[in-house]
T-cell receptor
Framework: AQSVTQLGSHVSVSEGALVLLRCNYS??????LFWYVQYPNQGLQLLLK??????LVKGINGFEAEFKKSETSFHLTKPSAHMSDAAEYFC????????????FGKGNQVVVIP | DVKVTQSSRYLVKRTGEKVFLECVQD?????MFWYRQDPGLGLRLIYF???????EKGDIPEGYSVSREKKERFSLILESASTNQTSMYLC?????????????FGEGSRLTVL
C-alpha cells in the first residue's frame, strides 16, 4: 500500500522567504503524486500533480514540486511566500491501478509571518 | 465548475443518534469518497464507491456505513454516533478511467457528538 510522510506539522515562514514543504512517499508501483491546499473553513483544492513526463511540475499560485524517484520525494516549493499562502498543505499518492484512491500525509500548517 | 456539495457544514448530535451526511456532485463522476480529517492525522479514507450501489471499505470503516443509490449522491451514515466520531468529514469525487485524475472536494461537514 502507498503511504506519504510529511514532517513538521507546523511550518513558519517569513513573508517573501522560500516556502519548502517536504513529502516522501512509499509505493511499490509507479506513483502519481499530488499536493492539495486547504484554506480555513474550506475543502481541499489541487495545487499540482505529477503523473508521468516532466519531473518538475508547476502548479497554481506560484508553487512547484519536483519528483525525484531516487529519493522517493515530491517536495513543494515557492520562491517567495505571500500572506495568502497561509493554509494547510497535504501531499498525497495513488497508484496506477487505483480508482484515484489517494493516501494522504498528515499535512503541514503553514503560517506566514509579516 | 465542478461542484461537490455537502448538505450540512456544521452538525451537533448526541451520543447514540443516527447521523446522515449527504454529498452530491454535479459532474457525472463515477468515483466518490468519504474522508475523515483530524488534526495531526491528515485525511483518512472511510469508504469509497466506484459505481452506483457499489462500495468498498477504506482504512477506517468501523462505525460507519454508506449508501449510493444514485450516481450523483453518496451518503455517509453513523448508525449510533459516539464522541470519538467528532470530526471533520470530507466528501470527494473523481472521474473514472482517468488514472491520476483529480479529486474534487466538498467544503466539509464538521460533526460534534456530545
Amino acid at each position: 500500500a502507498q503511504s506519504v510522510t510529511q514532517l513538521g506539522s507546523h511550518v513558519s515562514v517569513s513573508e517573501g522567504a522560500l516556502v519548502l514543504l517536504r513529502c516522501n512517499y512509499s509505493s511499490s508501483v509507479p506513483p502519481y503524486l499530488f499536493w492539495y491546499v486547504q484554506y480555513p473553513n474550506q475543502g481541499l483544492q489541487l495545487l499540482l500533480k505529477y503523473t508521468t513526463g516532466a519531473t518538475l511540475v508547476k502548479g497554481i499560485n506560484g508553487f512547484e514540486a519536483e519528483f525525484k524517484k531516487s529519493e522517493t520525494s515530491f517536495h513543494l516549493t515557492k520562491p517567495s511566500a505571500h500572506m495568502s499562502d497561509a493554509a494547510e498543505y497535504f501531499c498525497a499518492v495513488t497508484d496506477y491501478y487505483g480508482n484515484n484512491r489517494l493516501a494522504f500525509g498528515k499535512g503541514n500548517q503553514v503560517v506566514v509571518i509579516p | 465548475d465542478v461542484k461537490v456539495t455537502q448538505s450540512s457544514r456544521y452538525l451537533v448530535k448526541r451520543t447514540g443518534e443516527k447521523v446522515f451526511l449527504e454529498c452530491v456532485q454535479d459532474m457525472d463522476h463515477e468515483n466518490m469518497f468519504w474522508y475523515r480529517q483530524d488534526p495531526g492525522l491528515g485525511l483518512r479514507l472511510i469508504y469509497f464507491s466506484y459505481d452506483v450501489k457499489m462500495k468498498e471499505k477504506g482504512d477506517i470503516p468501523e462505525g460507519y456505513s454508506v449508501s449510493r443509490e444514485k450516481k450523483e449522491r453518496f451518503s455517509l451514515i453513523l448508525e449510533s454516533a459516539s464522541t470519538n466520531q467528532t470530526s471533520m468529514y470530507l466528501c470527494a469525487s473523481s472521474a473514472s478511467g482517468r488514472v491520476g485524475g483529480e479529486l474534487f472536494f466538498g467544503e466539509g461537514s464538521r460533526l460534534t457528538v456530545l
